[in-house]
């Protein structure tokens, strides 16, 4: 009988130790599914605030960009009408450079005015032009002030070859340094008139042009990048 009651001991307590692991189990199992949903929500935490913090990284890029684009498309867009004084300037000394040569004003050079005919007081030192850019004599001896000095051509002409040349060079090196951030010039003779390009500030006859068509520039236009910064004035044919 006491064999019988040992044995039944013995397996209850078989039991309750089976109960006592299958509970913990359970436990361990419940704490486990916990950390694993908590680490889903940490990735997922972490991974919102990284595409949170690109997005950010991008937008101010992005806005960097912006602000340099308007900075730089401001400051080219005032250089403009320095282009336009160049583009004018050598114009207006000759296109086709066919002078080199002009007549020199002694009164505006030397500030004097012209000697009078012999026998109507004529000055004994009269003014005397000279191709040395060091001073031009102004009357006695020992007197002389530092004058403006000849363009070369010698005594009595102006050279403005040379000064239309530097000109271009200007313009060139100017152009070249502002087409590295994206300004172009645009074309505008020969094309259909475009609103979004072109400003008419006139309708002209043209043999042999079609209606609406660009024939003149009286102001260039350009790009910038692609898009219009400055839209070309130009004569349209009737």
Same mark, same amino acid.
């Given at each position: ?67 340099? @684009? #308007?900075?730089? $498309?401001? %400051?080219? +867009?005032? !250089? ?8 004018? &300037? *050598? ?76 000109? @271009? #060079?200007?313009? $060139?090196? %100017?152009? +070249?340094? !502002? ?8 074309? &505008? *003779? ?49």
């Amino acid at each position: 009988m006491s064999e019988e009651n040992s044995d039944q001991e013995i397996i209850l307590d078989e039991d309750n130790d089976v109960s006592a692991v299958v509970e913990k189990v359970k436990k361990l199992k419940e704490r486990l599914k916990q950390c694993q949903q908590a680490k889903q929500d940490n990735l997922a935490g972490w991974q919102r605030a990284q595409a949170d913090f690109i997005n950010y990284r991008r937008r101010q890029e992005e806005q960097m960009n912006e602000w340099s @684009k #308007m900075f730089g $498309e401001g %400051l080219i +867009k005032d !250089l403009l009408p320095v282009l336009d004084t160049l583009d004018a &300037s *050598v114009a207006q000394v000759g296109v086709k450079e066919k002078f080199t040569s002009l007549p020199v004003d002694a009164e505006a050079l030397t500030g004097q005015q012209p000697s009078p005919s012999k026998g109507e007081g004529e000055n004994p030192n009269p003014p005397r032009l000279t191709s040395d850019p060091a001073s031009i004599s102004l009357g006695e001896a020992g007197e002389s002030e530092r004058a403006t000095p000849l363009l070369k051509g010698g005594a009595g002409g102006l050279d403005l070859k040379g000064g239309i040349d530097g000109l @271009k #060079m200007v313009r $060139e090196q %100017l152009m +070249k340094i !502002l087409s590295k951030h994206g300004l172009m010039e645009m074309k &505008s *003779v020969g094309e259909k008139f475009n609103p979004e390009r072109h400003e008419a500030v006139e309708r002209v006859e043209a043999e042999g042009a079609d209606e609406s068509t660009v024939v003149e520039e009286v102001q260039k236009g350009y790009l910038l990048s692609g898009k219009v910064l400055r839209v070309a004035k130009v004569k349209v044919s009737k």
